[in-house]
């Protein structure tokens, strides 16, 4: 059973150099459960994301959290939403000239009154749960893709956020380690209680950890609900992207023959 | 988030918190807890979590910061009365093999 919504998405669109990118997107996030944004490369999901954690600004529609509208949060409130939450972008988005151990630290040092300390056994605590435990003094450069993506999901855990929202955080992982990640996302949920968006197209892993699955496709939702849903649904999109069915004609044909041959001129 | 000291003999004191141990709380909650460890002749410090309601990574931090500071003194921590939740956070944390053995 789904609990409150914390998110609230309504009507939003958004554009990216003129082109409709998200169109008219609405759903609920519920609190203390896991919510898997899925769809195909380049349907809008990150761009959504950019939203929800308030990087990106609401030009037509609305994201409302706790139901304030986060387009109308001041600097002041901005920053008191950005200290509940946690954030993993694809790029893991470490400092280069601080070790894995003080990447993971940062966040705690600008928003907490924590001593040195303890903030570095915390910090020990997050890269473990991530299987780094061993690479705190390593340097971001002396760690592959992978660890990178690992130590940019510790940082994202640094602060015990209320909300987690990770971007393709199986991406680029051997399938043990990705498992192990999906396990850590549904004990935190579990333990600490966490709000979590997972933006994926990792169907096996969507799957395992949520509670609710929102699938959009060219920027649009096109199914929502608990994962059995989803499987049932019968929107051809929804069954052609789970059952990993290729376009025979690609949506962008047109545009692909327009530039070929040179017709628009 | 509340600490009474209680129950005290010098060698064994009994420290009850009651409230929220988080990354709020933590920073003053630390300076009495390791001031409390740090104490000559201390063999035992007992820390009773009845009426701890909620706890993050940030107070499991401080308990290791306690434990090392007892063990490096040949002394010891017993956590007391941790409810689940807390139970669950340390297990998180994977250090239910060092704090499993404090449960009292």
Known sequence: MLTPSIIEIRGLDSYYRGRRVLDGIRFEIPGNQVTVIMGVSG????????????????????????????????????????????????????????TVAENIGVPLKVHTRLPEETIRIMALIKLNMVGLAKFGDFMPSQLSGGMRKRAGLARALAMDPEILFVDEPSSGLDPITAAGLDRLIVELRETL??????????????????????????????????????????D????????????????????YLSIILARNR | MKLRVHKTTPARPVVELDGILNRDT????????????????????????????????AGVAVLVEVYRLLEHRDGILRLTHADENIRRIIRLACLDEVFGKTFG
């Open chain 1, 43 to 98: 349907c809008g999901k990150t761009t959504l994301l950019r939203h929800l954690v308030g990087l990106k600004p609401t030009e037509r529609g609305r994201v409302f959290v706790d139901g304030e509208d986060l387009g109308g949060f001041g600097e002041q409130k901005l920053q008191a939403y950005r200290s509940r939450i946690g954030v993993l972008f694809q790029s893991g988005a470490l400092f280069n000239s601080l």
């Open chain 1, 193 to 234: 209680g966490m709000t979590i968006v997972v933006v994926t197209h990792e169907l096996e892993s969507a799957f395992h950890i949520a509670d609710q699955i929102v699938v959009i496709d060219e920027g649009r939702v096109i199914a929502a609900g608990a994962p059995e849903e989803i499987r049932a649904a019968d």
């Open chain 1, 236 to 255: 051809p999109r929804v069954r052609q992207f789970l059952s990993r069915e290729t376009d025979l004609r690609p949506p962008d044909l047109d545009d």
């Open chain 2, 26 to 57: 933590v920073p003053e909650v630390r300076r009495a807890l390791l001031r409390l460890a740090g104490r000559r002749g201390l063999k035992e410090l007992e820390i009773d979590l009845t009426n701890v309601r909620a706890m993050d990574t």
